[in-house]
């Protein structure tokens, strides 16, 4: 039974320069099909939707696409609802040039509004304050950076949705379409969600970005003795190593090697090792015909079982759902 809300839900999208234009109209498409079902249902429509910006002029998004807004952030209107898109470009630039758009979101933090935001979005919301002391995800290349900006946030990466209640979290890009869902289903209900997954071909059980995920094989970290003990361990990865073998050759203790390899690449040489097989694996996956037994034996795993368990360990899928999620052949 459709939930039956005795006002329309005031939807704010917020839009900046750069801001990732599918965001946006995304989002307004698929809460735009909930209110005609909902309208077919109860007879009205539930979100009224508006675009705001730091002024009404016309904003150009990454793509180019120029939207104009309906608000702006002097609007004295109260929002149930507001959706921050991600963008594409420089963090740091962009938080800097947004600054009185985020300071109109803490003004906001307090009152009775849900604030939502998506990929990279989510660093608009932290930034201002609405993530302090709470859960939140963002893409998984940016991981990282969010951390080290907002350590008073709790990251939960592998998390395609996180909900705190007032503030709702989506990860990377198309997770967007997610967070509607998430959204329609809370105001109105699953019925009404799973048809607009249905016509949107949205995968609504999408739980984790996990799979998606590509390992950072960063050599950037200044310490020359680590970047060449990872590029032997990227050229022997389908031999068996030991972790005596890799002290050698940097002529250290294997205590001290691991200390500086997990303070230069944040991972220990067996996890790093594993993860550039499965790495490796993926790609294989993705693109050659081989089998799955082949691809173990590829990637220097000799038990097919223990493979299988890094796999689904690293990516949260099994090789072979791995393959058919993926794989162009």
């Known amino acids: ?83 921050v898109p991600g963008f594409i470009g420089d963090t740091d630039g962009v938080l800097t040039l947004e600054q009185k758009t985020i300071q109109w979101i803490t003004a906001i933090v307090p009152k009775k509004t849900i604030l939502t935001a998506a990929c990279n ?13 709470k859960m939140a995800t963002t893409h998984w290349s940016l991981v990282q950076k969010f951390k080290q900006d907002y350590k008073n946030t709790k990251l939960q990466p592998e998390k395609i949705i996180v909900d705190n209640g007032d503030v709702i979290s989506a990860a990377g890009v198309t997770s967007y379409f997610n967070l509607a869902l998430h959204l329609i289903q809370r105001f109105t209900n699953t019925e009404i969600a799973l048809a607009c997954a ?45 972790l005596n073998e890799l002290s050698a050759l940097g002529n250290m203790s294997t205590k001290t090697l691991i200390r500086r390899f997990k303070k230069a690449t944040g991972e220990t040489p067996q996890i790093y090792l ?16 081989m089998t799955f037994n082949e691809v173990t034996w590829e990637v220097g795993y000799s038990d097919v079982s223990s493979f299988h368990k890094a796999f689904k360990t690293e990516t949260g899928l099994t090789p072979i759902d791995y393959r058919n999620k993926f794989s162009f052949v």
């Open 121 to 133: 979005g989510n660093f608009l919301l932290a930034a201002s304050g609405a993530l302090k002391n």
């Open 274 to 289: 594993q993860k550039f097989r499965i790495e490796t694996a993926k790609r294989l996956l993705e693109s050659k015909d």
């Open 1 to 83: 039974m459709v939930k039956k809300m005795t006002r329309q839900i005031n939807v704010g999208i917020v839009i900046y320069r750069n801001c990732t234009s599918s965001m946006v109209t995304g989002f307004w498409d698929i809460l735009t099909l909930a209110n005609q079902l909902y309208l077919q249902q109860l007879g009205k429509p539930l979100f009224h939707l508006e675009l705001v910006a730091e002024t009404k002029l016309p904003i150009n998004s990454f793509s180019g696409l120029t939207f104009t807004p309906h608000k702006s952030i002097r609007t004295k209107k109260q929002f149930d609802l507001l959706y």
């Open 198 to 242: 249905k016509i949107f071909l949205v995968d609504a059980g999408r739980k984790i970005q996990t799979p998606y995920q590509i390992f950072q094989f960063s050599k950037g970290h200044g310490d020359a003795l680590i970047v060449k003990t990872q590029e032997w361990l990227e050229d022997n990865y389908r031999n068996k190593i030991s």
